[in-house]
């Protein structure tokens, strides 16, 4: 069955740098596209960025410059580099992949920056 685990996470400083990864597994289907989503305590989930399978990105305005989400077709592996890092960004992050109608998801990595 599919399978999607988020690794990368952990505590740092505000300016500093983490990266992602979530790998996927059991996936036997051409993903449309892969995405990252958060959620902050007592927060709603919401979307952070996406990449298409055509390589197209996109990102949530307060994100932009700041993170890079990438992709390795062959590892069916996506990334999220997280540069500049704010006290706001502090959350679970969680792997996403979509097969239209369905969406897969990871049990989520936290992220923590501390002032």
């Known amino acids: 069955q599919v399978q999607l685990v988020e690794s990368g996470g952990g505590l740092v400083q505000a300016g500093g740098s983490l990266r992602l990864s979530c790998a996927a597994s059991?996936?036997?289907?051409?993903?449309?596209?892969f995405g990252w989503y958060r959620q902050a305590p007592g927060k709603q989930r919401e979307w952070v960025a996406t990449?298409?399978?055509?390589?197209?990105?996109s990102y949530k305005d307060s994100t932009k410059g700041r993170f890079t989400i990438s992709r390795d077709n062959a590892k069916n592996t996506v990334y999220l580099q997280m540069d500049n890092l704010e006290p706001e960004d502090t959350a679970v992050y969680y792997c996403?992949?979509?097969?239209?109608?369905?969406?897969?998801w990871g049990q989520g990595t936290q992220v923590t920056v501390s002032s």
């Open positions: 996403n992949v979509i097969k239209f109608p369905v969406n897969y």
């Open positions: 990449v298409t399978s055509g390589g197209a990105t």
């Open positions: 059991g996936i036997t289907f051409s993903i449309n596209a």
